[in-house]
């Protein structure tokens, strides 16, 4: 099926969630924050959250740091 | 030379002297609490400073609000803009990237860049690359600005 994922046309596997969207890319879920068509998902609901076509992900990498 | 800095020197920043004016002042308003914010931009060139919500508003730390990250990324992508550099503030110590910065660093592409409070009345801004762990320094480059802001060991003042 086709998604949206930061504004670029992709496949992902039918039934696939968060969590398996990020491990096929391999992107480390503690590290992230996800929106799915403009709601934050909880990190704990990322195996739980199944993507329909035509969704539309936002996946951002945290930004942080200190001194 | 510091642990991790690497004698290659990539290309720089450009910032306006109002948008380094503003990230200045952002910074320093928030003092002595850390600050932070998003430079965008096109081909190296600041067009747009966000300043972003301190979730974790500490003298030692900054992590940018997800909700506002997410609406300032989207704009970007809408008005064509790209991620240029993240800004912060050391409130208290020197303008190098700490441990957290580095392991934080998840965004190659954009320049770091921190600017220093230790002297409240002269900040001191550089700018650098960090990849997989390596710091490598950059200038921050002002136009009408003598020299090349992070060439020279001089504070800057932000007037």
């Known amino acids: ?67 | 030379m510091e642990d991790g800095v690497e004698d290659e020197q990539p290309p720089g920043i450009e910032m306006g002297p109002e948008s380094f004016r503003e990230m200045v002042e952002h910074l320093r308003a928030h003092a002595p609490n850390e600050a932070c914010g998003i430079l965008a931009g096109r081909d190296g060139r600041v067009v747009r400073v966000y300043p972003m919500t301190n979730v974790e508003p500490t003298p030692y730390s900054y992590f940018m609000d997800p909700k506002e990250q997410f609406a300032v990324m989207k704009e970007m992508r809408k008005e064509g803009l790209s991620l240029v550099g993240i800004y912060h503030s050391h409130p208290c110590t020197t303008p190098y990237p700490s441990r957290k910065d580095r392991d934080l660093a998840f965004y190659p592409e954009a320049a770091t860049v921190i600017v220093s409070f230790r002297d409240p009345g002269e900040p001191e801004a550089r700018a650098y690359r960090i990849v997989e762990d390596r710091v490598t320094p950059i200038p921050i480059i002002v136009p009408g600005s003598p020299g090349r802001v992070g060439e020279k060991s001089e504070k800057l003042s932000a007037a």
């Open chain 1, 1 to 67: 099926m086709m998604i949206s994922l930061n504004g670029q046309k992709e496949t992902c596997d039918d039934g696939a969630t968060i969590a398996s969207l990020l491990q096929n890319r391999n992107v480390r879920p503690e590290m992230v924050s996800v929106e799915v068509n403009d709601s934050i998902i909880e990190r704990g609901r990322y195996d739980q959250v199944r993507l329909k076509e035509g969704d539309s992900v936002e996946l951002l990498y945290f930004m942080g740091g200190g001194s």
